[in-house]
């Protein structure tokens, strides 16, 4: 496995210009090193993403799409493998519980999805602390678990809510050590682009039947993630000169029933090959420890920096998001009114 610094590009290189230069004397045996090197130079430089899902499933977008998961129909044809981080609070947040713990049913059985746990009330653990949040992480697997086992599956995966590890090193430490007493993985990512936020400036829009403001959001969420893409490889360019294996994070939401296919579609055709978590997490970026001790849900981008000075000053060039914070801000104002 690769260090987390090492250049690929630079190693490739230098083995491909040393094979290369011994094909000229038609040696087969340096032949079939410059193909070796070729091959293993492409593909390392392939880009690679994992697909997540958080607070699945969505009980009230389920009511009121008449009982049907929208999401997961066109998950269905996509041919992608997802990892989902189940809420099992949300089962209840509606009174069709039954028609609820179907749904949650239909995500386990699919062959493509695996299986991680969001907690059940998606708490803020640095707000509940250790004790509080220890009940609620083993009260998410009540459902999940059975139904794990139901479809051969395992539950090692864990996600915060909120990617709240903490509020210090003291909280980070106690919760990574009852998770690794229950076996779990803590489910990184390294992008997201608040789609929460532009699902709901989304959603606000359907419901007054302004359909194209709507679709200009829906639209703007595709560029605006694709763009976060940008600035996250080129970060990783910047810290471990090659590309490594992404997690993106997104929710299971209106937003992206209608257009997570098509931003999935526009990762592939900017050369993107979809991988399973388990896949993603196998890159050596992943083995580097968490140097980030505060409760806001940083991309581990971040988390693997070493000094706040350094991620502010990246965190500065991120893509900019203020005409939608400024538009959300004004639909909440609205709505208390």
């Known amino acids: 496995m690769l260090s987390p610094k090492l250049g690929y590009k630079e190693c490739s290189y230098n083995l491909l210009k040393t094979a290369m230069h011994r094909v000229k004397s038609m040696n ?3 032949l079939g090193l410059a193909v070796f090197v070729l091959f293993h ?18 009980t009230r977008q389920f009511e009121k799409d008449a009982y049907q998961s929208i999401l997961l129909t066109k998950l269905d044809s996509l041919d992608i493998p997802i990892a989902i981080f189940i809420n099992e609070g949300l089962l209840y947040k509606t009174d069709s519980v039954l028609k609820n713990n179907a749904l949650l049913d239909q995500w386990a ?12 009330h998606h708490y803020r653990y640095s707000t509940v602390g250790i004790d509080s949040f220890e009940k609620d ?37 106690e919760v990574k050590a ?21 699902n709901a400036v989304y959603v606000h829009y359907m419901a007054m039947d302004q359909n194209e403001k709507a679709n200009k959001v829906g ?21 471990y000169h090659r590309p490594i294996n992404h997690i993106y994070l997104c929710h299971d939401n209106a937003l992206n029933a209608a257009y997570l296919p098509q931003l999935i579609g526009e990762l592939k055709e900017r050369g993107y090959e979809c991988i399973g978590l ?3 997490l196998r890159d050596s970026v992943y083995s580097q420890k968490d140097q980030y001790f505060k409760k806001w849900g940083v991309s581990w981008m971040y988390r693997w ?5 350094e991620r502010r000053a990246h965190m500065k060039k991120e893509p900019s998001t203020e005409a939608l914070q400024a538009a959300f801000e004004t639909i909440q104002k609205e709505s208390k009114l």
Do not use: C
């Not at 009852?178 to 532009?198: C, G, N, Q, R, V």
């Not at 920096?305 to 000075?309: I, L, N, P, T, V």
């Open 41 to 58: 130079h492409w593909a390392l430089g392939q880009k690679k993403v994992a697909i997540t899902i958080d607070d699945v499933p969505n």
């Open 219 to 239: 639209e703007d969420y595709i560029r605006k993630t694709l763009a976060y893409f940008d600035f996250y490889e080129a970060l990783a360019e910047e810290d």
């Open 278 to 280: 388990e896949s993603a």
């Open 28 to 30: 087969m045996k340096y």
């Open 178 to 198: 009852f998770l690794k007493t229950k076996k779990y993985t803590i489910a990184p990512f390294t992008i997201e682009s608040s789609d929460w936020m532009y």
């Open 137 to 173: 992480i083993e009260k998410g697997e009540w459902i999940t678990l059975p139904l794990a086992k139901k479809y051969g599956k395992s539950l090692n995966y864990f996600r915060f809510p909120y990617n709240d590890l903490g509020q210090d090193s003291i909280q980070h430490q």
């Open 109 to 120: 059985q699919r062959d493509y999805v695996t299986l991680g746990n969001h907690s059940y």
């Open 305 to 309: 920096q070493g000094s706040q000075a």
